[in-house]
């Protein structure tokens, strides 16, 4: 089997290291770019659990007018309309804490990134033994 010639100099070297450091940069934002996703994607969706709260809010508070509109009518129509009224306002604010939920966010946004440049940080910085080079 035939190896490639261990090309050695400083320039060589420098090459290497300049290659090492693009990838590195590559993966970074490729993880930034995934964390970017993921946040748009967290955002639509509390954006839409509150559109629907809203939603099931206004329904509720219809049905509250027409519920205190009609108290004083008589027959069965007032508790089941009272009923209705109470579930979608209860819906409207179950949506609403669900949304609340869904923009909360423990880590903070980019946290893989920052773990991971905290890690390469510590990898640089630690005193790895190098390697005797011996001189032939």
């Known amino acids: 089997m ?3 010639p261990h090309v050695s100099g400083l320039f ?3 090459r290497r290291l300049l290659g090492t450091l693009l990838e590195i940069a ?3 934002l490729s993880l930034l ?3 970017v996703e993921l946040e748009k994607r967290r955002l639509f969706d509390a954006l839409f659990w509150v559109a629907m709260a809203v939603l099931v809010l206004a329904t509720g508070l ?3 007018c027409a519920f205190v509109i ?3 009518s008589e ?3 007032l508790p089941a309309l009272g009923v209705m009224a109470l579930l979608f306002l209860g819906g409207g604010l179950l949506l609403l804490r669900q949304a609340r939920q869904g923009l909360r966010s423990p880590d903070g946004m980019f946290a893989n990134s920052v773990a991971e440049l905290k890690r390469d940080q510590n990898g640089l ?3 790895a033994p190098h390697e005797q080079r011996g001189i032939d």
């Open 26 to 28: 590559e993966v970074r």
């Open 33 to 35: 770019s995934t964390e």
């Open 75 to 77: 027959g069965y129509r």
């Open 125 to 127: 910085s630690s005193e």
């Open 70 to 72: 009609l108290l004083f």
């Open 62 to 64: 219809v049905l509250l």
């Open 12 to 14: 060589a070297s420098l």
């Open 2 to 4: 035939s190896e490639l």
